[in-house]
C-alpha cells in the first residue's frame, strides 16, 4: 500500500519535533501580531465579567443586562442608583467552562488583559499541535503531509479569526479534538483510562458552549459503531461514556435551576424564512475553499463565479471523505484490524452532520439572531481541514500519468503557496489594524477621550448605550443595552422610564455598528437620532461622526456613595 505523498518517516520523533516547531511560531506570531492585546467583542465582555465575578467568590453571574430578557429601563436606573448597585445576574446565555478558566488565570496574578492574551495565543499554539497529532494519526506519519497540513492550518483564515478574539471557541476546538483522539485511542486499544479522559474531554465542551452536545453524541455514535467488542460490551462502553460526558453539564443545569429556577432562558422562536441567514452560512463555508471570499461583496460578477466554484469543490470533497471513511473503516475485512488512523476519520467524519443537525435548528427555531460566521462554524472547520487533507493525501498518492501528476501536483502547490500567504498577510494586517474593539477606528480619540471622561463620573450614573460591550471594554462599567427596533416609535414611553433621572446616552456611530444593527434589529441609532433627541432633549456633550454622548438631566438624584462594589473594577 501507498502511504500519503509517498513518504512514511521512520523517525516519528522527527515529525513530532516539526508540529512541536510549528506551534511555537504561531505563538510568537501571535504575541507580535497583537501590540495591543487580543481583540474583544461583546460576548468577550460577559466572558470576561463571569469570570470576575466567579474570582471575587460570588458565583457565575454577570451584572449585564440579559438581552433576551432584559429588565425594564426603570428597574436598571433604580438599582443603578441604589447602594448596593445592580443585582447579579445568574441567568447567563452562555455555559460556564470558558469563564472558569478564565477566572483559573486571574487567580494565579494575571491580570484580565493578560489573562485573555495568554489564553488566545496559548490555545492557539496548542490547537496547532494537537491537529499536528491527528494529522499524524490519520496520515501514517507521513513528514511533509503533516508538515504542510498544520502550517495550513495555522494559516487558515477560520482559525486566525477565532484565535485573536476573546472568545470560547478555542477552548472549545482544543476540547474536541483532545476527546477525538482519547475515544480513537480507547477504540485502537481499550483501555478505561483513555475512554474516561477522552468523555471527560468532550463534557468540557459541552460545558464550553451548548452546541457542544454534538461532539458528545458523535463520540458516542463513533464508540457504537467503532469499538472492537460485542454488542453487550459496546452498549456498557457508550452508557459509560455518556454518563461521564454529560455529568459536568448535568451538575451545571441543575444548580442553575436551582438559583434561577430555569435551566436556561432561551424560548423557541421560529424563522425559517431568515434568507439573510443563509446567504451568511453559504459564504463562510466558500471561505473554506477560497479565503477572505467575502471581501468580493464589492464585485457581484466574481462573487456570482467563485462561490458557486467553492461549493462544487466542498461537494466533491465531502463525495470523497465519504467513500474513504466507508471503504477504510466499515469494508474492512472481518478479524482484521481499521486502517491506520480511520477511528479518526469516522469522529471527526460524523462530527460535521451532527453539528450542523443541530446548529440549524437552534438558529432557526430558538436563536434567529446568531450569525452563521466562522465563529460559529470554526468546530466543522476542524473536522472539513482533516478530512480534506486526507483525501488530498490520497490523491497525492496516486499513481496518474506522468502529465497529469505534474499538473495536479503543481496546481496544488500554487493553491497551498496562496493560502499560506493569505495567512501571513492577514496577521501581519492585524499587527497594524487590529479587530473589533482594538481595532484602528474604536483606538481613535474621538471615542477614547469621550470613555476617558466617562470614567470621572460617578458609578452610579445609570449609561443607556448601543453597545454594553464596547462601554465595558473601555470602562468596566455597566450599562443598559438598547434594541432601537423596539422603541423606534415609543420614544415617549422610553421618556417616561427615564423619568427625573440624570441619565448620560453614549450611542456608537460607526458604519459597521450602524450596518450590524440594520440587519440584525433592523434598525440603528442614526436611524432614531433625531426623534431621539427632539423627544428626550438631553445636553449634548459629544456629537462627532464616531460617538454621541447625550446627558438627560432631570434631578440629581445619586446620593451617597455606593455601600459595596462601587469600586471601579479594572483588569489592567
Given at each position: 500500500m501507498r502511504k500519503p505523498f509517498g513518504i512514511r518517516e521512520k523517525r516519528p520523533w522527527i515529525i513530532n519535533v516539526g508540529i512541536l516547531f510549528f506551534g511555537g511560531i504561531s505563538i510568537v506570531a501571535l504575541f507580535w501580531a497583537s501590540p495591543n492585546g487580543i481583540?474583544?467583542?461583546?460576548?468577550?465582555?460577559?466572558?470576561?465579567?463571569?469570570?470576575?465575578?466567579?474570582?471575587?467568590?460570588?458565583?457565575?453571574?454577570?451584572?449585564?443586562?440579559n438581552f433576551i430578557n432584559p429588565i425594564p429601563?426603570?428597574?436598571?436606573?433604580?438599582?443603578?442608583?441604589s447602594p448596593a448597585g445592580l443585582r447579579l445576574n445568574r441567568d447567563m446565555n452562555f455555559p460556564p467552562m470558558y469563564p472558569y478558566w478564565l477566572a483559573a488565570l486571574?487567580?494565579?496574578?494575571?491580570?484580565?488583559?493578560?489573562?485573555?492574551?495568554?489564553?488566545?495565543?496559548?490555545?492557539?499554539?496548542?490547537?496547532?499541535?494537537?491537529?499536528?497529532?491527528?494529522?499524524k494519526k490519520v496520515l501514517n506519519d507521513s513528514l511533509p503531509g503533516v508538515w504542510v497540513g498544520v502550517f495550513c492550518f495555522l494559516a487558515s483564515e477560520s482559525m486566525l479569526q477565532i484565535h485573536t478574539i476573546a472568545a470560547s471557541e478555542p477552548l472549545f476546538i482544543f476540547l474536541e479534538m483532545a476527546g477525538f483522539l482519547g475515544l480513537a485511542a480507547f477504540i485502537e486499544r481499550p483501555r478505561w483510562g483513555m475512554l474516561t479522559v477522552g468523555s471527560l474531554a468532550l463534557g468540557a465542551a459541552f460545558l464550553t458552549r451548548y452546541l457542544g452536545i454534538a461532539v458528545i453524541l458523535t463520540g458516542i455514535l463513533g464508540l457504537w459503531i467503532g469499538a472492537p467488542l460485542d454488542r453487550r460490551r459496546r452498549l456498557r462502553v457508550c452508557l459509560y461514556s455518556a454518563a461521564i460526558s454529560f455529568l459536568p453539564m448535568g451538575i451545571f443545569l441543575l444548580q442553575k435551576l436551582r438559583e434561577t429556577g430555569q435551566a436556561t432562558s432561551h424560548h423557541p422562536t421560529v424563522d425559517l424564512a431568515n434568507l439573510r441567514s443563509i446567504v451568511l452560512l453559504i459564504e463562510t463555508i466558500s471561505s473554506w475553499i477560497f479565503p477572505h471570499v467575502s471581501r468580493?461583496?464589492?464585485?457581484?460578477?466574481?462573487?456570482?463565479?467563485?462561490?458557486?466554484?467553492?461549493?462544487?469543490?466542498?461537494?466533491?470533497?465531502a463525495v470523497i471523505t465519504t467513500r474513504s471513511v466507508v471503504r477504510k473503516f466499515f469494508k474492512k475485512q472481518p478479524g482484521l484490524p481499521s486502517e491506520h488512523g480511520a477511528e479518526?476519520?469516522?469522529?471527526?467524519?460524523?462530527?460535521?452532520?451532527?453539528?450542523?443537525?443541530?446548529?440549524?435548528?437552534?438558529?432557526?427555531?430558538?436563536?434567529?439572531?446568531?450569525?452563521?460566521?466562522?465563529?460559529?462554524?470554526?468546530?466543522?472547520?476542524?473536522?472539513?481541514?482533516?478530512?480534506?487533507?486526507?483525501?488530498?493525501?490520497?490523491?497525492?498518492?496516486?499513481?496518474?500519468?506522468?502529465?497529469r501528476t505534474i499538473w495536479i501536483r503543481g496546481g496544488v502547490s500554487l493553491y497551498l503557496l496562496c493560502w499560506g500567504l493569505s495567512g501571513i498577510v492577514w496577521v501581519a494586517a492585524y499587527q497594524v489594524r487590529g479587530r473589533e474593539y482594538n481595532n484602528l477606528e474604536w483606538r481613535r480619540n474621538e471615542i477614547r477621550q469621550p470613555m476617558r471622561d466617562l470614567l470621572r463620573e460617578d458609578e452610579r450614573l445609570p449609561i443607556l448605550t448601543n453597545d454594553d460591550g464596547a462601554i465595558y471594554f473601555f470602562t468596566r462599567r455597566y450599562s443598559y443595552w438598547m434594541n432601537f427596533s423596539?422603541?423606534?416609535?415609543?420614544?415617549?414611553?422610553l421618556k417616561e422610564e427615564i423619568g427625573e433621572s440624570d441619565v448620560l446616552l453614549v450611542f456608537f456611530k460607526?458604519?459597521?455598528?450602524?450596518?450590524?444593527?440594520?440587519?440584525?434589529?433592523?434598525c440603528s441609532y442614526n436611524d432614531v437620532a433625531p426623534q431621539l433627541k427632539t423627544v428626550l432633549q438631553p445636553r449634548i456633550l459629544v456629537d462627532n461622526e464616531l460617538i454621541t454622548v447625550m446627558r438627560s438631566e432631570r434631578r440629581l438624584s445619586l446620593g451617597a456613595p455606593r455601600e459595596e462594589g462601587g469600586e471601579r473594577r479594572s483588569g489592567d
Open positions: 481583540s474583544w467583542t461583546l460576548d468577550s465582555a460577559r466572558y470576561l465579567d463571569g469570570a470576575e465575578h466567579i474570582l471575587r467568590g460570588e458565583g457565575y453571574g454577570t451584572r449585564f443586562q429601563v426603570r428597574d436598571f436606573i433604580r438599582e443603578m442608583q486571574r487567580g494565579i496574578g494575571l491580570t484580565q488583559v493578560q489573562a485573555v492574551n495568554w489564553s488566545v495565543i496559548l490555545f492557539f499554539g496548542l490547537n496547532g499541535i494537537l491537529f499536528g497529532w491527528v494529522l468580493l461583496n464589492a464585485y457581484p460578477f466574481l462573487r456570482m463565479i467563485v462561490v458557486p466554484l467553492a461549493l462544487i469543490v466542498l461537494i466533491g470533497l479518526l476519520r469516522l469522529f471527526f467524519g460524523l462530527f460535521i452532520p451532527l453539528y450542523l443537525l443541530i446548529l440549524l435548528p437552534s438558529v432557526w427555531f430558538v436563536d434567529p439572531e446568531t450569525p452563521f460566521d466562522i465563529r460559529l462554524l470554526s468546530p466543522i472547520f476542524v473536522s472539513f481541514l482533516v478530512l480534506a487533507w486526507c483525501a488530498f493525501a490520497e490523491m497525492m498518492s496516486s499513481k496518474p500519468a506522468r502529465g423596539k422603541w423606534e416609535n415609543r420614544l415617549d414611553l460607526m458604519p459597521g455598528r450602524n450596518r450590524y444593527d440594520r440587519e440584525i434589529y433592523g
